[in-house]
């Protein structure tokens, strides 16, 4: 699959009667990340953690893609759920 197909590949959601976007998987209570994300696009229904988004936040901002962000925000993101960011 090329990038141009990638790019016109956007998420569409299914919802329900009252609005919202119903889970489809129940994730137990053994994943290490606090919080995930249940994504999907056209082809493909996956799970993202917390701490995948942050370590990807990270590399961003790093490589000038986003802006700088405190570093005082970093740590205490690191402290608070134990990080090497």
């Given at each position: ?43 493909h229904q ?40």
């Amino acid at each position: 699959m090329n990038k141009k197909t990638l790019l016109k590949n956007p998420a569409v959601p299914v919802r329900d009667e009252s609005g919202t976007i119903p889970a489809k998987e129940k994730f137990s209570d053994c994943c290490a990340d606090p919080l995930l994300f249940a994504m999907q696009d056209n082809f493909h229904q996956f799970s993202m953690g917390l701490f995948t988004i942050l370590q990807c936040l990270r590399v961003a901002e790093e490589n000038g893609h986003v802006p700088h962000l405190p570093e005082d925000w970093w740590v205490q993101l690191a402290v608070r759920y134990n990080l090497r960011i």
